[in-house]
């Protein structure tokens, strides 16, 4: 449990750091007496990016502690 949820937190902080993430806005006109605000939107290609970071990442560390695991095993 514990390597997955390293590797959750690995992907998540390496998606981070590779996509640089703006986001979309609209800028909603004021009406009336109203002041101007802007209105985000969730950008469904970054949001999938992310799932994908993520889910190699976990995949990733959960193989190598994997391996790492197996291999202390077999030096004693």
Not at 20 to 41: M, R, V
Not at 45 to 67: D, E, P, Q, R
Request: charged share 15%; hydrophobic share 50%.
């Amino acid at each position: 449990m514990e390597k997955l949820v390293t590797g959750l937190i690995v992907g998540i902080i390496v998606s981070i750091i590779i996509i640089d993430h703006k986001g979309i806005a609209y800028q909603l006109a004021g009406i009336g007496e109203t002041k101007p605000t802007s209105l985000a939107q969730l950008d469904l290609t970054y949001a999938l990016s992310v799932v994908l970071i993520t889910a190699v990442c976990t995949v990733g560390v959960y193989f190598f502690s994997h391996y790492i695991t197996k291999k202390r095993i077999e030096a004693k």
